[in-house]
């Protein structure tokens, strides 16, 4: 159980880049990573407006000298102070991701970036190899895969209790969407534009987190085909979509469905994930994170809670808050940031024995994100042909 005690020799000096007063994901970000006394904000550059960024900054108790206008001002001065950032997230539109984390780490900087991470497979294999070259980590916000819940189902599929995995069911839908788009804010409009968000709207904006916990339950099931058929129901939003439904064909002959949508009228925003083997099934929602239900064939089901000691360690060594008390979003961020701290302190402090076993969101995550988007675009512009997973 996680309980606040320091796990890294000494707090990283943290800065970011956007997360300003008017973004959507800013304060994620904080929520995360202050929790735990493993980051300490230092500096920014939140806001395309400097003056609003340095009243933004200074409100959260950052010097006003280190709030800085651009991410270049920002990578300048600190390169110049002794005790200059050690990590920057970048809470930036998609089309910035690639240029500002490709900046940070020539300049010898950590990074965690939203996702997704780059437009292309090939952006993200190129930081990548820089990201080596240099000895750095490059983080990735999935930011519900810190759910005690999550790592409980990966330790069911590991230990075999759900038999052969035959069935994968996602869903991430919400309906703050379905309207058009005039008088949209910022965020939506650059979500919805090809040149800002890259080449898919709900596919990378949530399909690509159902992507990846599915990756973190399911590590040793692969993509062989897949089918997606995407559409925009505002025709504003075209060529991107506002909803796709994805077909998948795994290694072991397993059958997968996704589907996400921004367009589901009413629906206040949810995931669904059912994991189906040949001998039981897992279900679990964030919207009853708490819980996992658990259905062996022919027997009674169970609804399993967090926190309990009939748990696997996995996901007790997740948990924070103890069976009694409800965890969150925000618990799950926090845990996200916790290993991701941990894993720059150990590149920095030549750990490499521990990196090889740690579990964080990192640039592999990142990259297979992407690349799963390539392939479905690929699909969905070929008529929602099935196409060989590359």
């Not at 965690?112 to 820089?130: G, H, N, S, W």
């Amino acid at each position: 159980m996680i309980n606040g005690e320091r796990t890294i020799q000494r707090p990283l000096r943290w800065g970011m880049v956007g997360g300003g007063r008017t973004g959507q994901v800013g304060y994620k970000h904080r929520t995360g990573a202050l929790r735990d006394g493993t980051y300490q904000l230092v500096a920014g550059a939140f806001d395309l407006k400097a003056g609003r960024g340095r009243d933004f900054g200074t409100s959260l108790g950052v010097a006003g000298d280190r709030c800085y206008a651009t991410y270049q001002e920002l990578i300048a001065g600190e390169a110049a102070r002794e005790d200059g950032v050690d990590v920057v997230s970048v809470a930036t539109p998609n089309f910035t991701h690639y240029e500002i984390t490709k900046a940070l780490l020539e300049a010898g900087i950590h990074v965690i970036c939203e996702k997704p991470l780059f437009f292309t497979v090939k952006e993200c294999e190129e930081i990548a190899a820089l990201a080596e070259e240099k000895g750095l980590i490059v983080g990735v916000t999935y930011g519900f895969t810190g759910h005690p819940m999550v790592h409980q189902m990966a330790a069911m599929v590991a230990k075999g209790m759900l038999g052969e995995i035959r069935i994968v069911d996602m869903q991430y839908t919400h309906g703050f969407n379905a309207g058009d788009d005039e008088g949209a804010g910022e965020a939506v409009k650059w979500r919805t534009n090809p040149e800002t968000a890259g080449p898919t709207f709900v596919l990378g904006d949530i399909g690509t987190h159902l992507y990846y916990l599915s990756e973190v339950v399911l590590p040793e099931l692969k993509i062989e085909k897949l089918l997606c058929d995407r559409k925009a129901f505002i025709p504003t939003r075209a060529p991107l979509e506002d909803h796709a439904t994805v077909l998948m064909h795994y290694n072991n002959g397993a059958r997968g469905r996704l589907w996400v949508s921004s367009v589901n009228a009413g629906n206040m925003g949810s995931q669904r994930y059912r994991f189906v083997g040949a001998k039981a099934s897992v279900e679990w929602s964030d919207s009853r994170p708490d819980q996992l239900i658990y259905e062996v064939q022919g027997e009674p089901g169970q609804v399993l809670h967090h926190g309990m000691p009939y748990l696997e360690g996995e996901s007790l060594a997740a948990d924070r808050m103890g069976a009694l008390h409800t965890e969150g979003l925000g618990d799950s961020w926090s845990n996200i940031y916790l290993w991701i701290a941990q894993a720059i302190d150990a590149r920095m402090h030549g750990n490499a024995a521990f990196l090889k076993t740690h579990h964080y969101p990192g640039i592999k995550a990142g990259t297979e994100g992407v690349r799963w988007l390539e392939n479905c675009v690929r699909s969905a512009d070929a008529g929602a042909a099935w196409v060989e997973f590359e």
